[in-house]
């Protein structure tokens, strides 16, 4: 290994410029199909459907030749879209799976870490981060100003329409508007990128490196990546001309385990504290009541972290404002003990990007809260929350509460099937006292953030 590279990683991850590109070995490490192996189950599933030899022999040929993407999108034409999106779902689904231990290390380094980008689409990321940072699978232009963010590029798990499996779809979703194609120049221009968990032969690694080489121009910023031993001088060839310095490792077990060792090395660890002084005088006896071992160190703090506050979203239509200022005053309590983070559109500042604003919060939300009349019926932004939050409640990602304050068709929507409160369905509106049907509402909103927050720690 080279020390003298290793050292002038250490630099970047402590500037704060560095980002993590997590590969489809970090959550190989948890028994997770790698690329090749999703699309040789994928084949294996066309062929027993039934589909063309000559197809299942194309794909064939790709995996063979490690051109992964263009395997995955002959098995996605050859299966359908959605016999090939529930198939991959279930490959990919991390539900009981333990968070491996790159991906801790990863979430590790977030006291300098700028971002991480990955190709993959389960969330050992997200479960590392618990919620820390947020997740990104629908890039806006101004993404490379941003920090503390998980830049799914592949899209995430249940979210089928965010999704990318193909050159064309990698091209339209991160590269087809001008004005990302800048942002991600400038990112690769001006931020060094740890790739971690690619391997040797991974066709996912060689688009990666020849945007990097585009978008960099003539002079490549120093970027990483670690490798196990055995990289061929070509390959190597191929990484250094793209601005990338090697870390090998031995990995000696198989296991790639030294890769997490390497990962927690970039965070120096605290000094240990200084020992107590040596007393003067012997120490008094013990009491005949106190321990067996009375010079055994006092046991550490084993209380539980305090979990973060429940980052709640309120989508609302203009004309119910009041009624909003009304329930912000009742759910003021839950604020007051750190038990939510509550945001509305109401917070944004003079000169902010107003649609970016509200995107960046329901993306980050853990409570969506709808504040359904009519007018927010007939509100095409209330209508566009309404679905993203759906998407990501179905995602697992978020719960959603309809809050009925006015008289409306609300039973006819999308989110019909949720448990609206007031559990009567009798809007607040209607109430002989509003202030009643307010308490009741927050009383339901402590019990849901009750139950979120223990999720969260």
Partial sequence: ??????????????????????????????GMPTWKQLAERLRDRARRKGADPAVVDEIQQYIASNQLINALSAAKLALGPQ??????DKELDDTGRDVPEAAQAIAALKPKLKAVLTTNVDRFLE??????????????????????????LHGTLRAWDTWVF?????????????????????LYRTHSILFVGFGLADDNIDQTLARVRALAGGQPPMHFALLPKGVPPFRRRLLEESGIRLIVYDNQAGDHAEVAQLLLGLEPAAAPPPP????????PAPHPASSAHPTAAPPANTHPAKARPVRVFFSYASRD?????????????????????????GKIGAG???????????????????????SYLASEQGDAQVTRAMERRAAGQAAVVPILLRPCDWETTRFAELQAVPRDKKPVTKWSDEDEALLQVVREIRAVVTKLRASLR
Avoid: C
Avoid at 18 to 30: D, E, K, N, R, Y
Avoid at 127 to 151: H, K, N, S, T, Y
Avoid at 361 to 373: N, P, R
């Fill in 1 to 30: 290994m080279d020390d003298e590279i290793l050292e002038q990683l250490r630099e970047r991850y402590a500037s704060g410029n560095l980002i993590v590109f997590a590969g489809a070995g970090v959550s190989a490490a948890a």
């Fill in 83 to 88: 016999d090939f999106n529930w198939t991959v």
């Fill in 127 to 152: 479960r590392a981060f618990q919620g820390e940072w947020r997740m990104v699978d629908r890039p806006a232009a101004d993404i490379a100003m941003d920090r503390r963010f998980i830049l799914k």
């Fill in 166 to 186: 193909s050159r064309d779809q990698y091209d339209r979703a991160i590269f087809g508007s001008p004005l990302l194609q800048d942002a991600f120049g400038a």
């Fill in 276 to 283: 107590p002084p040596r007393a003067a005088t012997p120490a």
């Fill in 321 to 345: 404002e009041e009624l909003l200022a009304r329930l912000e005053a009742h759910m003021s309590p839950l604020k007051r003990e750190g038990l939510i983070a509550p945001w509305h559109s």
């Fill in 352 to 374: 902010e990007d107003l649609e970016r604003a509200i995107g960046e919060q329901l993306e980050a939300a853990d409570l969506i809260l709808l504040l359904v009349s009519a």
